[in-house]
């Protein structure tokens, strides 16, 4: 199996910053796309970034020019930057996986607990 252990949520005002990470552990034999999703008190669990193996990343609109997604593939570990908070940021951020280990000898779908990201206007 894998976990996802995420850090770096908390509160901050508007146009703040904050930094996400989240490393993966486990029976990890490869791992494939990493990527964050965030989910609003009464709304869907929603894409925010994502990044391949290769390192091409894909941004939800909301977020272009403002967040940036990165990984350290030794470490199984992706981060978000995010610059330029906004009150409609706030939300539970996930981290996802798409990982084949040892335990299960297949690819399948990981989430993290979340970690929440509060922003003040």
């Known amino acids: 199996q894998v976990q996802l252990v995420e850090s770096g949520g908390g509160l901050v005002q508007a146009g703040g910053s904050l930094r996400l990470s989240c490393a993966a552990s486990g029976s990890i034999f490869s791992i494939n796309a990493m990527g964050w999703y965030r989910q609003a008190p009464g709304k869907q669990r929603d894409l925010v970034a994502r990044?391949?193996?290769?390192?091409?990343?894909n941004y939800a609109d909301s977020v272009k020019g403002r967040f940036t997604i990165s990984r350290d593939n030794a470490k199984n570990t992706v981060y978000l930057q995010m610059n330029s908070l906004k009150p409609e940021d706030t939300a539970l951020y996930y981290c996802?996986?798409?990982?084949?280990?040892?335990?299960?000898?297949?690819?399948?779908?990981?989430w993290g607990q979340g970690t929440q990201v509060t922003v003040s206007s």
């Open positions: 990044i391949s193996s290769g390192g091409t990343s």
């Open positions: 996802n996986t798409y990982a084949w280990t040892a335990t299960t000898g297949r690819w399948d779908n990981y």
